[in-house]
């Protein structure tokens, strides 16, 4: 990737999560060819020490006009291009809080030699400056806002350029075809004959390579964004009291009255290393209390947008009609496990069997329960996966693929070699996108604009 990128502009701002009354430290990061000398201008360092490279000096922020004494800090000074950025960087490390970290940013903003940084333009200024590539940039972003250990670890992956790697090779194989191609194209009269069906062999080598990615990141997608798993049924068939079981707590009012839960109760839990968001409904069924029936379509809404649905059902009463007609409401694309619940007391025979026999009261089922619905969104063999694709990089490999699949069909029409270049082109050119070898500022700003400030 080769981008014009000038950094005259020096930028700053908070790189890390500030609360009130949580964080013993906060770091302001200022970037740019005046860090030092906006560092310089407000840290007041005692005694004789030199500002240098990668050594943490000890010294005290000032309000210039006032002369008053901001904060306490540590500052460290990173010349380019040892830095996260690859441009002078000086971190100043301050009390956490809110009112301190502000404080001392507020000083540091008041010189005219910087501003305050967009969201991620120290991650975007790191790879215009081949600090990272665009991918290990990404990833960095997913570790931060990871919600599970294996989320983590596949952002780790990332980090380490393992996407790049892989990425970049098969790209390389689809530029070593086209190549031949257009070779054949401008000198075919000079050229041995090229042998179309290894050619499409080649080609469908990295079509393979690239369906599998794509099959290993749709899987690992709710490690990275979560389950939303819904719980509906029937009034009083106890879907709260499955939501408090799988929770370990109780987030949601249990009785024996029907209709207990007139909204929508979510709880975000995590499951075997899967974040899971537990949905619970208000029961689903006829009512004239007005504010009952909002519950009622939040809980229809909540079922539209589920990943999975758990329907829940009352052994003890048996499968009924109005059981029935919910489970019919439930779109077919959606993913829906039928549980029946109170398994702890004698049943009669069933006229629909359910996928798990429950028990709220004493947790039996529960392990299946849990493998059920990870199973059903298709995340039950993640612990294999290295690599993920996130969003972004996903419809990009996804459009190479159709690329690559039009490519052949090209093929199949004994068409010239100059029509194949066409789609081959194509995906050449998503791979180099989704790697940052191929991709213009513009798009860069708008990936970049998704992270968080300081970063």
Known sequence: MNLPFHTEETIAAIATAISAGKGGIAVIRISGNSALAVAKNIVHIPGTKQW???????????????REIIDEVLVFFMKAPRSFTGEDVVEIHCHGGLVAVQRVLQI??????????LPGEFSERAVLNGRLDL??????SDLISARSEKAAKL??????????KKISHLREQLLDQLSELEARVDFEDELPPLDPQKLLNEIHKVENQLQVLIDDSKSTSFVRNGIKAVLVGLPNVGKSSLLNRLSKSEKAIVTDVPGTTRDLVEIGIVLK??????????????????????????????????????????LSRGWSQDDQNLLDQIPLEIPKIIVGNKSDIAAPLQSVKPNIRFSALTGDGEEQLITKILTACGTSNIEELRISLNERQLDLAILAKSALARTQDLAFQDLPWDFWTID????????????????????????????????
């Open 52 to 66: 240098e490279s990668h050594h943490v000096l000890y010294g005290h922020v000032q309000d210039k006009e006032t």
């Open 108 to 117: 540091v903003l008041q010189s005219p030699l910087a501003r305050r940084a």
């Open 135 to 140: 991918t290990q940039a990404e990833a960095i």
């Open 155 to 164: 952002a780790v992956v990332g980090i380490s350029g393992e996407i790049n």
């Open 273 to 314: 290393d899967v974040p899971i968001t537990l949905v619970d409904t208000a029961g689903i069924h006829s009512s004239k209390d007005a504010v009952e029936k909002i519950g009622i379509e939040r809980s229809h809404q909540a079922i539209k947008d589920a990943d999975v649905i758990v329907l829940i059902f009352d």
């Open 424 to 455: 081959l082109r194509e995906a050449i050119h998503k791979l180099g996108e989704l790697s940052g070898e191929e991709i213009t500022e513009s798009i860069l700003d708008r990936i970049f604009s998704r992270f968080c400030i300081g970063k």
